[in-house]
Every structure is written in C-alpha cells, then in structure tokens.
Nanobody, 121 residues
Framework: QVQLVESGGGLVQSGGSLRLSCEAS????????MAWYRQAPGKQRELVAS???????EYRDSVKGRFAITRNLFKYEMYLQMNSLHAEDTAVYYC???????????????WGQGTQVTVSS
C-alpha cells in the first residue's frame, strides 16, 4: 500500500549536478524520517543523508557541503540536490521512509526501487 518512487538519476560528468526526487504514495497516516542511501557495485549500502519531519538533517562526511536533502511535507516528497559530483558518488541511490500506515500502529520502513547515478571522470 505504500510506495516510494525515486527519479532524477542519470549520467553526469565529474563536477556536475543532479537532483533526485522520492515520492511516497499510497494509503498511510504519517511519514516520519526519510533518507537517501546508496550502493556502489561490490559495496554495502550506505546512508547518504536523512531528514526528519521537523527538518533536522544529517549527512555522511563525504557529501557534506556538496549534497542537500530537503522535503515537502505536504506532498510527501523528498529531494537530494547533488553538486560537485565525483566518480566516487556513482551508485544506485535508494529512498527510505519510516511510514505509519494507520493511527495507533507502529511505523515501518519502506524502500524505493533505486535510481542509478553515474558520474564519469
């Protein structure tokens, strides 16, 4: 019933920019923390950035100053503005959200299908 759909990935040259979007849809009561993860070939999935429903953000050190995470609470959307991209940023980027499907029920984590970001050097 809850779907997360990412968009905005693609191929970009080193130093370029991309903006990822994640939209939560379906039937639910509330969306809490949302986050972006990424997974490069042969590596574990890692947290890139997160944002709470109050707008509190956190970033992994390697993207601080280059990436910016934002969200639109009314549209249940989240964004990741990525600037000064490096080849090391190449990965599949995933959206994750903590969603409460009904009042009184505990929240669960949901994942999107991922969007490929490729940075050519």
């Amino acid at each position: 019933q809850v779907q997360l759909v990412e968009s905005g990935g693609g191929l970009v040259q080193s130093g370029g920019s991309l903006r990822l979007s994640c939209e939560a849809s379906g039937s639910f009561y509330a969306v809490y923390v949302m986050a972006w993860y990424r997974q490069a070939p042969g590596k574990q999935r890692e947290l890139v950035a997160s944002i709470s429903e109050s707008g509190l953000t956190e970033y992994r050190d390697s993207v601080k100053g280059r990436f910016a995470i934002t969200r639109n609470l009314f549209k249940y959307e989240m964004y990741l503005q990525m600037n000064s991209l490096h080849a090391e940023d190449t990965a599949v980027y995933y959206c994750r959200a903590s969603v409460q499907v009904a009042r009184g029920r505990r929240g669960n984590d949901y994942w999107g299908q991922g969007t490929q970001v490729t940075v050519s050097s």
